[in-house]
């Protein structure tokens, strides 16, 4: 069975700055990584994914994401937000072994302010 | 040209009726899912089915029922509803799992089930 913690509930952060979203998740089998965007009132979107190959993954709307084994982690960051970025981000994994099921994390509500 | 839709949007009903939320996908997709958001935004997997057949089907009480007449179909049928069934209820669909990449799973824009 898998685990996801997303350490932080919230995150305000100012227009322009930098941000990062904290994921850690906790597995015996490897794992495929995601991340996800919720906008209000709106479905889940896909930001981006890890499967293998290079740890930094570069997803839409300016956003990557670095896969850390050893640390078990799959922050999220962009080097400058904007105000539309404001929405409910969730990290997921699933394992590789078959299956499709996605385990989340509770999400981040991150509140970009002028 | 939505990918995933659900109907209705926004379901009000009292407790102890029955109810069908309906989900359809046309991107082709051999995979559909329901999960469940909580109140609190925690999101769970209720149930997938792959070429109309269940697939996973987690800790949920038999009042759910899924029911899938077609690969592009995937309604969930809540029979004397409860309180707590009080949510928004998600579909998703995707592409069937290869063992090469995991196709990421496209929503809807979620049903807001409210229990009076």
């Known amino acids: 069975a898998q685990s996801v913690t997303q350490l932080d509930s919230q995150v305000p952060v100012f227009e322009e700055a930098p941000v990062e979203l904290r994921c850690n998740y906790s597995?015996?089998?490897?794992?495929?990584l995601f991340w996800y965007v919720q906008y209000p009132n709106q479905g889940l979107q896909l930001l981006l994914k890890?499967?293998?190959?290079?740890?930094l993954v570069k997803g839409i709307n300016g956003f990557e994401a670095e896969f850390n084994k050893s640390q078990t982690s799959f922050h999220l960051r962009k080097p400058s937000v904007h105000i539309s970025d404001t929405a409910e981000y969730f990290c997921?994994?699933?394992?590789?072994?078959?299956?499709?099921?996605?385990?989340f994390g509770t999400g981040t509500q991150l509140k970009v302010e002028l | 040209d939505t990918a995933v839709s659900q109907t209705p949007k926004y379901l009000v009903t009292q407790m102890g009726n029955d109810k069908s939320i309906k989900c359809e996908q046309n991107?082709?997709?051999?995979?559909m899912y329901w999960y469940k958001q909580d109140s609190k935004k925690f999101l769970k997997i209720m149930f997938s089915?792959?070429?109309?057949?269940?697939?996973i089907n987690e800790t949920v009480p038999n009042r759910f029922s899924p029911k899938s007449p077609d690969k592009a179909h995937l309604n969930l049928h809540i029979n004397s509803l409860e309180l707590g069934d009080s949510a928004v209820y998600f579909c998703?669909?995707?592409?069937?799992?290869?063992?090469?990449?995991?196709?990421?799973?496209?929503f809807g824009d979620g049903t807001r089930l409210s229990i009076l």
């Open positions: 089915y792959n070429n109309k057949e269940l697939i």
């Open positions: 998703a669909s995707s592409q069937e799992r290869s063992a090469i990449s995991n196709q990421p799973q496209h």
């Open positions: 890890y499967l293998s190959g290079s740890t």
């Open positions: 991107l082709g997709h051999d995979t």
């Open positions: 997921a994994v699933s394992d590789t072994g078959g299956g499709n099921k996605l385990t």
């Open positions: 597995s015996s089998v490897s794992v495929y």
